[in-house]
């Protein structure tokens, strides 16, 4: 076995990876990146490009079935499926492409090929041919789809986000497991390129939403143009034949039915990669799920004695927050911080933003409502504003005049604190919210901003008047929620 050292080892060559090399390169060079699978990101192969590909076919088939509202008339909308993955495979390619390109930059004198585990808290061995020693180590080895044992049942039917853009051609009929983020995603495309789907949950939660009201409006809207069962029964998962018979409480008529489906698509969320890692060598504090204990602003391990380790953890892989932009933010700072191990720094964390491209679109801004409470204990020093959009004008221009925004805001200060969405394009909305949000401005100063005629956020703008009128001004009021306040 080869014998090798290194300043820095970085586990996986992921987005957080590849922002954790760039970062360390500004101040070492003696950077070895290790990869057990193929290069190319999890974003740019099975996540985020390829499904937006698949999303965009979905829309342009639902607004070219829609056109009548404006008085236009599209005869025999057909959609080939075939026509539609290739081009789907076609373009994530190329954003596969362009990873590989940046990857070349990287020397391969600086790149292992295989899968690394820990034999101690300073030595890692990949495959059989290598064993490196590392002062610093940075795990960024991703994550990877989980689902329940049930779904087991239906063998070799049973896929995940990564399979189906092997799909040569859209199937006829496929069961959705899990109305998360790539469930409601992927369903909700699927559906109207018209695959049979039925999509089912547990529990109610629909995407991200934490609002019982948006969360009662999503599923009022989905409904409308797509079988879902947020909070479903399944009674029964068997294969038939060269398909999977489900056997469910059907959500309308309250009777047992059972259907077959050509895949069962299991949405039901991803788990880190480190179970495979052998971190019980790592020397680390290791919660209950045997993941590392870390510090999310400098990335930073706990040794099992409790004292910053060596070691960091970056991206899907520490489940904090699993989201492509977080991941190379984290990826940064822990590149940084393993390269002076001696001036660890606290990074910039950016305030939380997540979107959602169904449609209407999801987005949630800052901390939701229960977290918000959590953080003020209590005490009342949240104010809450809102708007439909039933009536808002571009939206009625546009006809997708449905959905509403929740805002929330800090009574005394009128500091604006965050937002859940739902309507048509609010992947800008969310934005100019988090904008707000980050540079801590009031109700007051979003107000004073320029908001242009007809647009969307004329509606925003109606909901910020709402948060405006329910808070609570004075200077005891302050005073009382700046002692009870959010904190860290």
Sequence with gaps: ??????????????????????????????????????????????????????????????????????????????????????????????????VLTSMKKIPESHRLQG????????????????????????????????????????????????????????????????????????????????VRTRTFGVGGAIGPLQSEKLRQLADEIFNRELYLDADASLDKIAPRDNAVAITFCERESGQTITETFDYVLAATGRQPNVDQLAIEHAGLTLDKRGMPEFNRFTMQCLTAQGTPSHIFIAGDANQSVPLLHEAITEGKIAGRNAADLNSVQAGQRNVPLSIVFTEPQMAIVGENRPTLEARYGGCGCIAEGGVSLTDQGRALVMG???????????????????????????????????????????????????????????????????????????????ERCMECGPGD
């Design 400 to 478: 997708e005049n449905h959905g509403y925004f929740t805002l929330y805001a800090e009574h005394g200060s009128g500091q604006f604190l965050g937002a859940e969405l739902f309507g048509p394009h609010v992947e800008h909305i969310a934005h100019l919210l988090a904008w707000a949000l980050e540079q801590k401005l009031t109700v007051s100063e979003m107000l004073a901003m320029p908001f242009y005629h007809p647009v969307i956020e004329e509606g925003l703008r109606s909901g910020l008047h709402d948060l405006q009128a329910n808070l609570q001004q004075g200077s005891a009021i302050t």
């Design 115 to 194: 899968h690394a585990r820990f034999i101690d808290p300073h030595t890692l061995a990949i495959d059989e041919h290598t064993q490196l020693t590392a002062e610093a180590i940075i795990i960024a080895t991703g994550s990877r789809p989980t689902w329940p044992k049930m779904l087991e049942a239906a063998g070799e039917r049973l896929i995940t986000n990564d399979d189906v853009f092997d799909w040569e051609t859209l199937p006829e009929s496929v069961a959705v497991v899990g109305p998360g983020v790539i469930g409601m995603e992927l369903g909700q495309a699927l559906s109207r390129l018209g």
């Design 1 to 98: 076995m080869q014998q090798r050292h290194a300043k820095i080892a970085i586990i996986g060559a992921g987005s957080a990876g590849l922002s954790a090399w760039h970062a360390a390169q500004k101040h070492t060079d003696d950077v070895v990146l290790i990869e057990a699978g193929a290069y190319g990101t999890t974003c740019a192969r099975v996540g985020c490009m390829p499904s937006k590909l698949l999303i965009a076919a979905a829309n342009a088939a639902h607004n070219a079935r829609n056109a009548a509202t404006f008085g236009v008339t599209v005869n025999d909308v057909a959609v080939d499926g075939q026509a539609v993955m290739a081009r789907v495979k076609h373009e994530r390619d190329r954003f596969v492409g362009n």
